[in-house]
DNA sequence: AAATATATTGAACGTTCATTCAATATATTT
DNA sequence: AAATATATTGAATGAACGTTCAATATATTT
């Protein structure tokens, strides 16, 4: 009985709002009552969905890891090279950055060293990462297309590249310099496969 | 005329408060008064020696940064290919970590994303740190210990292989498994050299 | 219409924050 | 000892913070 419960909608609104000022004013100056402004309700209603700003945080550190996994939404190809292929468009291009702020992903990453909620996410969220790439060699190695001799620890170099590179690269304002450098990293990235 | 000026060293100790409590609790949550507090000082007088808090964090971004320069502090050696084997030794080992804490350098890293000054400071850190290493290279083909083709570009490589290796390693507790992949990684970056 | 669970508001709390400014203390020079 | 530049203190400011709690509003069920 009574009134239904707005729970999930609310609380992804809310995070949505977070996202969005901590992208613009940093995770430190985000608060409470500037995400309640943005979308005019009531601070004590942040509050009521979240216990703490603690847990808002969480919900950031959920809402943003979760865009990670987008890299692998690729067509359904039949041909897993293809899809291997695809997933490494993702990785080394723009839609990296269209997909989430680096910004606020380094922020909360650093709370990884003091928080170990959000340390365990973090590294879960790695794993899951690589553990995905891995599978999708073993798959084109299945077909032959590809003869790697251990798919884990070739997709584990894969990150640690892709990592390394918007590491630099987000520091990077030349465009065109960007592109290059992120080909670059590409082509290291592939010659791992072979 | 007057009293003698107190500016380097008291910046100095100040700058080194500050990074222990940065260390310890946060850059978000170590304020002016918590610095004071530790060295026993009046907060003003921290507001005397650095304009503004802002102020304070460009001063620890320097404090940070020239620590990084310290992985090139290997003993002279005639044999240019000695010194860059102790300089990956340096890279790769416990020695970054005693250097100085990451959760601090991600943390400002992150700033990097909405302030121009530590973007440029990081930029430039990177930068240096792979012609410096680029330069150690060509110094191993010159007595033709090494031939790499480009040397800037293996050191470029090898940055983004240590950058991204670090990324994940802070993540992990285990300490086998640390080193492990340390190693699976510092193997990989010398693979660049062949 | 009564009951009830959830949504939402609004006011208030005490704390901490960075920053300011004037006052005082302490060296160093003339 | 007078002058002076810098060191250091101490008090005060207003603003913003996260969090609390009680009150009210609004759906939904019986």
Redesign the pocket.
């Known amino acids: 009985?009574?009134?239904?419960?707005?729970?999930e909608p609310?609380q992804k609104e809310i995070i949505k709002a977070f996202y969005k000022i901590v992208k613009k004013e940093g995770l430190e100056?985000?608060?409470?009552?500037?995400i309640?402004e943005s979308i005019?309700?009531?601070?004590?209603?942040?509050?009521?969905?979240?216990?703490?700003?603690?847990h808002?945080v969480y919900g950031l550190v959920e809402f943003i890891l979760d865009r990670w996994l987008h890299i692998f939404d690729v067509k359904d190809a039949e041909d897993p090279m293809d899809a291997l292929s695809a997933v490494l468009d993702n990785v080394f291009s723009k839609k990296w950055n269209s997909l989430f702020d680096d910004g606020t992903s380094y922020s909360l990453y650093s709370l990884a060293f003091r928080n170990k909620t959000i340390r365990q996410r973090y590294k879960h969220l790695l794993d899951t990462l690589r553990q995905r790439l891995a599978e999708m060699i073993a798959a084109c190695n299945k077909t032959k297309q590809l003869t790697v001799k251990d798919p884990a620890a070739a997709a584990d170099i894969i990150f640690v590249l892709v990592d390394g590179a918007y590491y630099y690269l987000s520091l990077v304002d030349d465009k065109a310099e960007y592109d290059r450098r992120l080909a670059v990293y590409k082509q290291h990235a592939l010659k791992v496969l072979n």
């Open positions: 009985m009574g009134r239904k419960s707005l729970k609310r100056n985000a608060s409470i009552q500037k309640a005019q309700i009531n601070p004590s209603l942040i509050m009521h969905y979240f216990r703490s700003r603690e808002l």
